[in-house]
């Protein structure tokens, strides 16, 4: 049986080139909201996404993430806030991440996590206060070439899956 879900984590790759096509508003607020919908321990929700359509505003965040130059030619960013106070914080932020990125993919927009430190300059740049770090931008754009074709290089599924105990096969 089929399962749409598994075949979008099976075949999503990261996207760093972006065709030359708008992405619509739609797509991208579906996007956002599949991060608001996202769990997160204790339900504290401790994330603040802002999403970022304007051209011009695209261009200069991608000047702003030393990670991400790329981000300039996506069609859209979100950028990906997370409360200071709140302890584990980027760990309930990376779920709603994947979660947009998987949602994104299913409509054929892709993406890639860009940030990873540096981003005090992003926190200023979209007015964010002081209570709130950076954790990532994430660009999206439809793919400028057909890639990957959900080939990956990932090490060999026995390897790093057990069953009921390390190193007993998962048949």
Same mark, same amino acid.
């Not at 769990?39 to 929700?45: H, L, M, T």
């Not at 299913?106 to 990873?116: E, M, R």
């Given at each position: 049986?089929?399962? *749409?879900?598994?075949?979008?984590?099976?075949?999503?790759?990261?996207?760093?080139? +972006?065709?030359?096509? =708008?992405?619509?508003?739609?797509?991208?607020?579906?996007?956002?909201?599949?991060?608001?919908?996202? /769990?997160?321990?204790?339900?504290? *929700? =401790? %994330?603040?996404?802002?999403?970022?359509?304007?051209?011009?505003?695209?261009?200069?965040?991608?000047?702003?993430?030393?990670?991400?130059? +790329?981000?300039?030619?996506?069609?859209?960013?979100?950028?990906?806030?997370?409360?200071?106070?709140?302890?584990?914080?980027?760990?309930?932020?990376?779920?709603?991440? *994947?979660?947009?990125?998987?949602?994104? %993919?299913?409509?054929?927009?892709?993406?890639?996590?860009?940030?990873?430190?540096?981003?005090?300059?992003?926190?200023? %740049?979209?007015?964010?206060?002081?209570?709130?770090?950076?954790?990532?931008?994430? =660009?999206?754009? +439809?793919?400028?070439?057909?890639?990957?074709?959900?080939?990956?290089?990932?090490?060999?599924?026995?390897?790093?899956?057990? /069953?009921?105990? +390390?190193?007993? =096969?998962?048949?």
């Amino acid at each position: 049986m089929a399962n *749409q879900v598994f075949e979008t984590a099976r075949t999503i790759l990261a996207v760093r080139e +972006y065709a030359d096509k =708008p992405v619509p508003h739609d797509v991208t607020r579906r996007v956002v909201e599949a991060g608001h919908l996202s /769990a997160s321990a204790g339900n504290r *929700q =401790p %994330w603040h996404f802002i999403l970022v359509e304007k051209p011009n505003a695209i261009h200069e965040l991608g000047g702003l993430v030393r990670t991400g130059p +790329y981000i300039a030619n996506a069609k859209a960013a979100v950028i990906v806030a997370v409360d200071k106070a709140t302890a584990k914080a980027d760990v309930d932020a990376a779920r709603a991440i *994947q979660q947009m990125m998987l949602v994104a %993919w299913a409509d054929g927009v892709g993406s890639n996590w860009t940030g990873f430190g540096g981003l005090e300059g992003v926190r200023e %740049w979209a007015g964010l206060p002081d209570t709130f770090d950076v954790l990532a931008v994430l =660009p999206f754009g +439809y793919p400028k070439r057909k890639i990957g074709l959900g080939k990956k290089k990932r090490k060999p599924f026995d390897e790093v899956v057990s /069953a009921e105990r +390390y190193g007993s =096969p998962l048949t």
